[in-house]
């Protein structure tokens, strides 16, 4: 089956052409034959009989790349120079830097940056520590922490492979809100440690971003950071996950004409996701909601709840949901079910069985880079259907989120993300939809709507003050 071509893959061809007419086209056709799709073509020099072009590709995987240059020599009689990897010089000395706000030109910036007058500053910030959230990078920096144990779909990578992933998220907080933003990789899986580490930091940074750390360390991480700092803490890929996916669920009800309270769910996946994404479900309003974990329904009549081996925050879930005590695979009890969410992996059952949903069925297969259960599969069966990939509608993406709550909770310094943060950021989101804009292939906005951070930035800082006022 061939994978169509993508930026990730994408390459630059040095390329060796004759200097004829008609070369350059034989080349394209080379390409194209090999299944690449080319992008832009610069001329680097000339010389006598040939000229060198680079020609900028796009395949569908790595292993394409050696057919495109064999195609290349092969069908147009070029020779190819050098190959070169985008995506990697993208990261070539990491996707960050440090740049000063106030230049140094003068002797007088200097006394006012740095010594003698930075003393003054400082004293000020002795006297009263809170002055840091204004006098220092504070006022605008989060910390991105992770210990590199849940890095995307790759796993427990480690804290260095762990990097270009919390530079990335730095990189979406700085295009989207404003935020500046750190990564920091920790060399430790230890909660103990971790906790220690973000309480020592904590001085530095406005927020905290825990990103990548695995279940179920993350609830207690995240949990205990909560209680003991005085900046928020966020999870996002328990919480961005379930802020978008309830602003998709919401629009998704306008358009089937349900109620959430009404809308009855199947959850594949109870991770720090799935766990999150069923609290904000709960607090919303939907009340009928099961999940199923690796080994089938999660509920109190399963024998690891039984003889108490289930964890923690898996008896929780059994407790508050599937109260008929549903047990075995979760494509078994797709019947009456309203929705599907996946968050777990590809092809967990076949696509037949979301026939036996309600009519207007929603289907959110989420899990990366292959979902439960692909779209072409499911629109047979299901009215709106929404992934994680760029590539289909309805992306469900943490960037819709992570961006304006940190934004919103930074400018009326915050001390926490509350629940009501998060229900009115996913209001915020659902909202940018206008009514006449719903259909089944655009019910939440795209990533790269401007519009979106300063909704939810609003949204989350009224909802703070609201709440201190309270």
């Given at each position: ?11 630059v ?11 350059l086209?034989?080349?394209?056709s080379?390409?194209?034959?090999a299944?690449g ?28 790349w050696d ?7 092969e069908r ?17 000395g990491?996707?960050l ?5 106030h ?16 003393a ?5 910030i002795a006297?009263?520590p809170s ?37 990335g998220?730095?990189?979406?907080f ?29 001085p530095?940074?406005g ?9 179920p360390?993350?609830f ?15 999870h996002d ?13 919401i ?34 309003g ?5 999940g ?5 329904l999660?509920s ?8 108490g ?5 898996k ?5 508050m ?6 047990t ?7 019947a009456?079910?309203?929705?599907f ?8 059952f076949?696509a037949?069985?979301?026939a ?9 297969a ?14 047979p069966?299901a009215?709106?259907i929404?992934?994680g ?5 309805n992306?469900?993406n943490?960037?819709l ?11 009326v310094r ?6 009501g943060m ?8 659902a909202?940018l939809?206008r009514d ?23 949204a989350v ?7 201190a006022?309270?």
């Amino acid at each position: 089956m061939s994978v169509t071509p993508s930026a990730q893959y994408s390459i630059v061809v040095r390329v060796e052409i004759d200097h004829r007419p008609g070369a350059l086209g034989e080349v394209a056709s080379a390409i194209g034959h090999a299944g690449g799709v080319i992008g832009d073509v610069a001329l680097v020099s000339v010389s006598g009989d040939t000229l060198i072009r680079d020609i900028t590709v796009s395949a569908g995987a790595q292993a394409a790349w050696d057919e495109i240059s064999r195609a290349i020599t092969e069908r147009a009689g070029a020779r190819v120079l050098a190959v070169t990897d985008r995506t990697f010089q993208v990261h070539e000395g990491g996707k960050l830097e440090t740049t000063p706000k106030h230049p140094l030109k003068t002797r007088d910036d200097l006394a006012m940056a740095y010594t003698p007058g930075v003393a003054r500053v400082c004293d000020a910030i002795a006297a009263d520590p809170s002055l840091s959230h204004d006098l220092t990078i504070r006022k605008n920096t989060v910390a991105v922490v992770t210990d590199g144990t849940a890095v995307l779909g790759l796993g427990d990578i480690g804290p260095e492979a762990s990097m270009p992933v919390m530079e990335g998220k730095a990189v979406l907080f700085k295009e989207f809100a404003g935020v500046d933003a750190f990564p920091i990789a920790l060399a430790t899986k230890d909660p103990d440690e971790i906790v220690s580490i973000c309480k020592a930091i904590a001085p530095t940074f406005g927020g905290i971003n825990l990103e990548d750390i695995s279940a179920p360390r993350c609830f207690e991480i995240e949990d205990r950071l909560k209680a003991e700092l005085d900046i928020p803490v966020f999870h996002d890929d328990q919480h961005g996950t379930a802020i978008v996916t309830l602003a998709a669920l919401i629009n998704a009800c306008k358009i089937t004409g349900r109620r959430l309270e009404d809308v009855s769910v199947l959850v594949t996946g109870l991770g720090a996701a799935g766990i999150a994404v069923t609290k904000i479900l709960l607090s919303a309003g939907v009340t009928d909601i099961i999940g199923a974990d690796s080994r089938g329904l999660v509920s109190t009549s399963r024998e690891d709840y039984v003889d108490g081996t289930m964890n923690s925050v898996k008896r929780w879930y059994a407790e508050m949901s599937n109260p008929h005590g549903l047990t075995g695979h979760p494509g078994d009890h797709l019947a009456g079910r309203d929705l599907f969410i996946g968050l777990s992996g590809a092809r967990i059952f076949p696509a037949e069985k979301l026939a036996a949903m309600n009519p207007d069925a929603m289907v959110f297969a989420m899990a990366n880079p292959n979902p439960e259960v692909s779209p072409e599969e499911a629109a047979p069966y299901a009215r709106i259907i929404a992934t994680g990939r760029s590539d289909y509608p309805n992306q469900i993406n943490n960037v819709l989120a992570f961006p304006g709550i940190f934004r919103g909770a930074l400018d009326v310094r915050a001390t926490q993300i509350t629940e009501g943060m998060k229900l009115a950021a996913a209001h915020a989101i659902a909202g940018l939809v206008r009514d006449e804009d719903l259909r089944e292939d655009h019910i939440i906005p795209s990533v790269f709507d401007r519009d979106v951070a300063p909704a939810v930035a609003a949204a989350v800082a009224e909802e703070a003050l609201a709440a201190a006022g309270a």
